[in-house]
């Protein structure tokens, strides 16, 4: 009932959308009306922080020397993915929650969508290639320098946002190919590619079919790279006689082992075990931690064990707030 009121509204407020184009109506979290404004705050504090961390980051690799590394060079451009990504979802989320129009036209869903994608794949491979660096640095220690060098990690990256755009325009195409009933609610607050094809009137088998396919093949395949990668980490380390080499090496690999347990463990769980209408609510719940509260707890998860990172911080915040001017 509510969602009808809402969609009624949204009708009075656009009397020209049956002529000017198709509306998807998003409900967000619109069934706990008394939350809303709790829900804003708590998620704008959290863009926030997500953003300030990200930037941070960027900037403490890019003025500390000891930082121009390989895995630093990958790290400041998770950082730049996660800001991305939660740019993309966070402000149409905090717009859900405090106007009554929740609507947004085909086209500017489907570039939500596109950039939305683009970020999720560049992310799931900018943790693959970490995985690599690390495999290199721990089993080839000497020529870690030679093997990753500089062409080799801007080849990477490159690739690794080639290649996220490519998937992204694969499936926009597909998205674009569909036609659309005139106006549909989504119960969602992101243009999710399961949430547009569901507003679909024409058939669309075949775009869930491409989603399918680019999806296992790209979580395969990061999948793969990673766990390779870990597996001859851990035989080298432990075949090395010295004491504590495992635990360095553990010390060292932790942080992106987290990383890649929070991105890889949401994912499966979002495409692999929610499916059921009755789980829609935790479906946006785990949404939101994957966009807004995985960005913001990357740069932590990098950061509080390291102590080039963290003196960096000190000396920023000595330098800009606690110097006299």
């Known amino acids: 009932m509510d969602s009808i009121i809402l969609f009624n509204k949204i009708q009075m407020q656009h009397p020209g959308n049956q002529s000017t184009g198709v509306l998807f109506v998003f409900l967000g979290f ?8 709790p829900l804003f705050l708590v998620f704008l504090i959290i863009y926030t922080i997500s953003v300030l961390e990200n930037l941070g980051m960027i900037l403490v690799i890019r003025i ?3 930082l121009h590394t390989p895995m630093y060079f990958f790290l400041s451009h998770l950082s730049f993915v996660d800001l991305c990504y939660t740019t993309v979802i966070a402000p149409k989320l905090l717009d859900l929650l405090i106007r009554e129009d929740r609507s947004m036209s085909v086209k500017g ?8 994608c683009a970020c999720v794949v560049a992310q799931t491979f900018m943790l693959a290639v970490m ?3 690390r495999f290199v640095a721990v089993c ?7 093997a990753m060098s500089r062409r080799l990690c801007g080849l990477l990256v490159t690739a690794t946002y080639l290649w996220g755009g490519l998937c992204a325009t694969i499936l926009s195409y597909f998205l674009l190919a569909l036609s ?6 989504i119960n969602h607050f992101c243009c999710e590619y399961s949430a547009i094809i569901s507003a679909a009137c024409s058939d669309a088998s075949f775009s869930q079919l491409a989603c399918l396919l680019i999806c296992m093949f790209n979580e395969i395949c990061s999948l793969l790279i990673i766990i390779v990668s870990y597996v001859v980490i851990f035989v080298t380390v432990i075949k090395i006689p010295t004491k504590g080499a495992l635990q360095k090496a553990l010390s ?3 942080p992106h082992l987290t990383a890649i347990s929070f991105c890889h463990g949401i994912i499966l769980l979002l495409y692999c075990v929610l499916k059921s209408k009755s789980s829609l609510l935790l479906v946006k719940i785990v949404t939101v931690f994957y966009s807004m509260v ?5 740069p932590l998860i990098y950061s509080l064990r390291n102590k080039d990172v963290k003196e960096t911080v000190r000396r920023l915040i000595h330098v800009k707030v606690l110097s006299p001017s």
């Not at 869903?109 to 939305?116: A, D, R, T």
Request: hydrophobic residues 35%.
């Open 30 to 37: 619109s069934e706990y009306p008394n939350l809303q404004v």
């Open 64 to 66: 500390n020397a000891k």
């Open 109 to 116: 869903c489907i570039i939500q969508f596109y950039f939305g």
């Open 131 to 133: 995985a690599y660096d």
């Open 140 to 146: 080839n220690p000497l020529l870690y320098t030679v």
């Open 180 to 185: 659309y009933c005139r106006s549909t609610t």
């Open 252 to 254: 060292t690999c932790a």
């Open 294 to 298: 995985i960005p913001m707890l990357n």
